[in-house]
């Protein structure tokens, strides 16, 4: 004689009120379901049916699958958990020891990529987002995207739409951390030329340019600048007997020529330069702020101002470049002036060493 097992059963509504022993079955009559207990949860807790898990029709698939969470038909696979690990299969097993995980996508516009979330709103993706390069994108709230980096898959040029900052330094092409220069932000190193270009394109004009920009106090809370406060600068160090300068030894400098405000912004350019046997460098010249040229003061009068001996070239009379309103003030130095007179007009020939000067017409002596 068989024997008949019958459980405990009742509608959808009475086993969703039900608490059962823990491990006790139920049957819900109305969705046709088993349902768990675990002695505390009311309504327990509902299995899923073969249906639900492998669609009409067999072949073994499994229409949405849920680890530690229900399935969700939205993402047919939904894990739970707080770590989520993909294992090689050994060589022993029958496997490679490699693991990888594949994305793939059915064409260059569309997009296979991994999207990071907070609060189920993204913050990052990286993958191939419209195209085939590869992209690192990120948002502050979900909906509106950065395009940060990007790597061209043809020639694996990498874009830094906004550009590279390094809070303590780079690596080379070996992967090895490399000895930065105090407060450095960028670093190359080769083997012969070493060249930072700068490209521009435009329909009118292009610019090129190599931009600095200085601001006292923090990034967060900028500052003005004050009077001799750097703008920009451009230094040169080497190797000495056992290691690089600890410093510019030759520096171009573009600095505040005053305390900045909205409507006052003036600038000027001084040059720096080693003498011999030193290691301290010294201002050579500078453009001041209203475009005078000053070498060897710092406080130039005029055009130009020149704080020591000035040398001209040296010609006879016959190559003296020809007089033009072009040479007009032009200064030069002859050797073979012949009986030459204060301001008077130059014959060649003679022995006597004299400046002369362009009166836009003639050069003169004097």
């Not at 994108?137 to 906004?162: E, M, Q, R």
């Not at 200085?214 to 160090?237: K, Y």
């Not at 400098?253 to 080693?274: C, E, H, P």
Request: glycine letters at 12%; charged letters at 10%.
């Amino acid at each position: 004689m068989s024997e008949q097992l019958q459980l405990r059963r009742g509608t959808a509504a009475q086993v969703a009120a039900f608490t059962g022993a823990q491990g006790e079955v139920v049957v819900d009559t109305t969705n046709n379901r088993l349902v768990i207990q675990d002695g505390t949860t009311a309504g327990g807790f509902a299995a899923a049916k073969l249906a639900e898990i492998v669609p009409a029709g067999g072949s073994g698939q499994v229409a949405a699958l849920g680890i530690g969470t229900a399935a969700d038909p939205a993402n047919p696979l939904s894990v739970t958990a707080d770590n989520v690990l993909f294992n090689e299969l050994s060589a022993s097993s029958g496997g490679t020891g490699d693991v990888r995980v594949k994305l793939n996508k059915a064409a260059a516009t569309n997009t296979a990529s991994l999207l990071y979330q907070d609060g189920f709103s993204g913050r990052a993706e990286i993958g191939l987002c419209g195209d085939d390069n590869f992209h690192f994108k990120v948002s502050p709230d979900g909906s509106t995207w950065s395009d940060a980096l990007d790597i061209a898959s043809s020639s694996g040029v990498v874009t830094a739409t906004f550009g590279l900052v390094a809070a303590s330094g780079l690596f080379n092409s070996t992967g090895t951390p490399l000895s930065l220069p105090g407060a450095c932000q960028l670093y190359s190193t080769a083997s012969g030329p070493n060249l930072l270009i700068v490209e521009s394109y435009a329909a009118t004009g292009p610019t090129p340019a190599y931009v600095g920009r200085g601001a006292r106090g923090t990034a967060a809370a900028p500052s003005a600048l004050q009077a001799n406060d750097t703008l920009l600068a451009f230094g040169g160090r080497g190797y000495g007997a056992t290691g690089f300068s600890s410093s510019n030894r030759t520096k171009i400098n573009f600095a505040a020529s005053q305390n900045w405000t909205d409507t006052a912004q003036g600038s000027y350019i001084n040059f720096l330069v080693t003498a011999n046997n030193t290691t301290t460098p010294a201002e050579a010249a500078r453009f001041d702020q209203s475009g005078y040229l000053g070498v060897g003061t710092t406080t130039p009068q005029c055009s130009v101002d020149v704080n020591g001996l000035i040398r001209t070239a040296s010609y006879t009379v016959t190559t003296l470049p020809a007089a033009s309103s072009s040479l007009t003030g032009a200064r030069a130095y002859v050797t073979d002036a012949s009986s030459p007179t204060f301001l008077g007009t130059l014959t060649g020939g003679g022995s006597t060493k004299c400046p002369v000067f362009c009166d836009g017409s003639v050069w003169r002596a004097g």
